[in-house]
């Protein structure tokens, strides 16, 4: 069975995107045939961060309104066989998207793919709603931040109260924490909120922690997503994740800061 | 980090431990509110109408507040009639 997965936070600029990415791609990785589906519409990214942003020619509202068909507007992946991508719209008619119209196009996705991922916008209003109403799970990424960690506390209220699955009364979405931009550092010198005081207050299963990493940057000006770096830390850690995200059990990595000399805990090297 | 920061940082207050603090009273009083159904505010405003038609009272005279106990839920309505 096909499954509808929502990347979603509430905050914005928290790594939806980044994530939507890196989980998709590790998924396509694993022999399993994703789409990813941005739905951020006015504000396109995910080609940006996949790589693909020369090659849009049709996007998601395009379709909806019937002006193209479905194979003409997923871009196939240059690195994967079983990667696609649907891009956003660049339209300023935030009523593009309407929810008939993305429940066709979802099941239509669901004929040909394993996972269908939905990159959520930021925020509660409409956009995220949309991106979320039909998802089978979802991914909640959460940064150690007062905002952030609250925000996504009120994305799970609306997840339990306000999708497909609580309207119809089937099993309710499940739901994944991820943290992301953590800092082992600053959490051990009492400074950010560590996984145990996030997983404490928003009380759902730890999907992974995703360090703060310079191979986020490096590998989103390449257009390559993260987890393809995978001697990086976040590469590996998204990695990590997808397998989780699998049903394996892995423990979890970059949890703890970086052992350094004495030397270098006296004269810097922050 | 000069060495005096380095013995200093030990003792600085947790500010973590604050955030977690206020982000548990913040939480637990948004999910209070979450629980209540949509329907609350207008079944509030009929009763009030309702009995209006009897006795004078004020919008605020009736409270409705739905409390969830295990399976059941209690909905608790508080009526203050004006003195007589
Ligand atoms: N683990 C990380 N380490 C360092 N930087 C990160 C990490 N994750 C994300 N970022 C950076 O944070 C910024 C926001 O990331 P991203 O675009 O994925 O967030 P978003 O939640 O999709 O944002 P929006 O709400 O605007 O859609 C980007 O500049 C990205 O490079
Ligand atoms: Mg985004």
Redesign the interface.
Same mark, same amino acid.
């Given at each position: 069975m096909a499954k509808i997965l929502v990347v979603t936070s509430g905050k914005g600029g928290v790594g939806k995107t980044t994530t939507s990415a890196a989980i998709g791609t590790g998924l396509a990785l694993r022999g399993h045939k994703t789409v990813i589906v941005d739905f951020d519409v006015g504000l396109r990214n995910l080609d940006l961060i996949m790589g693909c942003e020369r090659r849009v020619v049709y996007d998601f509202v395009n379709v909806v309104n019937g002006e193209a068909t479905l194979s003409q507007a997923l871009i196939k992946d240059k690195r994967l066989e079983n990667l696609y991508v649907l891009a956003a719209s660049q339209t300023r008619d935030k009523d593009a998207l309407t929810q008939e119209g993305v429940g066709k196009v979802l099941n239509e996705l669901k004929e040909n793919f394993e996972y269908v991922i939905c990159d959520s916008p930021a925020g509660i209003e409409k956009g995220a709603s949309l991106a979320m109403y039909f998802a089978d799970e979802a991914i909640v990424v959460t940064n150690p +931040? *007062?905002s952030s960690? $609250?925000d996504s506390? $009120?994305m799970l @209220?609306l997840l339990a109260?306000k999708s497909l699955r609580s309207v119809n009364g089937s099993d309710p979405i499940k739901e994944h924490l991820l943290l992301t931009r953590y800092n082992p550092e600053r *959490?051990s010198? @009492? +400074?950010? %909120? @560590?996984v145990d /005081?996030v997983t /404490?207050?928003l009380a759902i299963k730890l999907l992974g922690v995703i360090p703060e990493s310079q191979a986020v940057l490096k590998a989103s000006n390449q257009g390559v997503p993260v987890i393809l770096d995978d001697q990086s830390d976040a590469g590996q850690a998204y990695s990590d994740a997808v397998d989780r995200l699998l049903g394996k059990e892995v423990s979890h990595r970059f949890l703890e800061e970086k052992k350094k000399g004495f030397f270098e $805990? %006296?004269?810097?090297g922050? | 980090m000069n060495i005096f920061d380095f013995f200093r940082d030990r003792k600085k207050s947790n500010t973590a431990s604050v955030a977690k603090e206020r982000l548990q009273i913040i939480v637990a009083h948004e999910r209070g509110q979450r629980s209540t159904p949509d329907y609350l505010p207008a079944l509030q405003k009929e009763l009030v109408e309702v009995i209006r038609k009897y006795v004078n009272i004020g919008n605020d005279d009736v409270q409705v507040a739905l409390e969830n106990q295990g399976s059941c839920s209690i909905l608790e309505l508080n009526i203050t009639l004006p003195d007589r």
């Open positions: +931040e *007062v960690v $609250r506390d $009120r @209220g109260s *959490v010198k @009492g +400074e950010m %909120l @560590g /005081d /404490d207050i $805990r %006296l004269f810097g922050n | -």
